[in-house]
């Protein structure tokens, strides 16, 4: 089945520490994003790729860097966690931009704790 | 600016009664709308999507939503609770070409 990739599932990372989470996708899709998901709140979208075009989102702190090597591979850099960086992280991809076919796709998540 | 609003951030029913959750909507042009589901330490999983088709959209698990522009909403239902459903759900609204505006989220639970 096509699908979103997500590892590892439960990430334990140090404070400080330099941190890489990975996601990686089979159905072929041009954009790919990053989520960040605290408690009980919704998903903030961190940035997106179209193909290799980086978009980041205003907010999203300098602390969180992003690379795509390929089309099915994304990684979500985390260069010094701090205790306020731990949460869910949900990787989505979507067909393209136009909104006939921007349905996201997500994967299963990475929850990290930052001791 | 697109965004949505869910009313009630809990919802407990019972099983096999009504599942109603509400979503309300804000937006400049004609919106696409979204409810996702996420259970315990998973991703997002679509139940269905409104994009200027049928107003009463079915998805997945038997929930359906009905798309009222007189009343800017999109509110989620269920005849009849499962205890799987037990999950949090969320409401979407497609901003500009590739970004979705979620609501805060609704957590069901499931009363035997």
């Known amino acids: 089945d096509a699908m979103v990739i997500q590892n590892p599932r439960y990430q334990v990372t140090q404070f400080g520490k330099p941190v890489t989470l990975s996601c990686s996708q089979t159905l072929n899709h041009n954009v790919m994003y990053w989520y960040q998901q605290k408690s009980s709140q919704a998903p903030k979208l961190l940035f997106h790729?179209?193909?290799?075009?980086?978009?980041n989102e205003a907010d999203t702190p300098d602390n969180f860097q992003s690379r795509r090597p390929n089309t099915s591979f994304c990684f979500l850099d985390i260069r010094s966690p701090g205790l306020g960086d731990a949460a869910m992280y949900l990787c989505?991809?979507?067909?393209?931009?136009?909104?006939?076919?921007?349905?996201?796709?997500f994967g299963p998540g990475t929850r990290l704790t930052v001791l | 600016a697109q965004s949505v609003t869910q009313l009630g951030s809990h919802v407990s029913v019972s099983e096999g009664a009504l599942v109603l959750l509400r979503c309300n909507y804000s937006?400049?042009?004609?919106?696409?709308l979204f409810w996702y589901v996420q259970y315990p330490n998973q991703g997002l999983q679509l139940l269905l999507k409104y994009t200027s088709a049928a107003t009463l959209v079915k998805g997945i698990n038997g929930f359906e939503a009905e798309f009222k522009k007189s009343e800017t909403s999109f509110h989620l239902t269920k005849p009849s609770a499962h205890m799987s459903d037990a999950a949090e759900y969320f409401c979407?609204?497609?901003?500009?070409?590739?970004?979705?505006?979620f609501g805060a989220g609704t957590t069901v639970t499931v009363r035997a």
């Open positions: 989505a991809t979507s067909r393209d931009w136009d909104r006939d076919f921007n349905e996201q796709f």
């Open positions: 937006s400049s042009v004609p919106p696409y």
């Open positions: 979407a609204v497609s901003v500009g070409d590739y970004k979705l505006s």
């Open positions: 790729y179209y193909d290799k075009d980086f978009n």
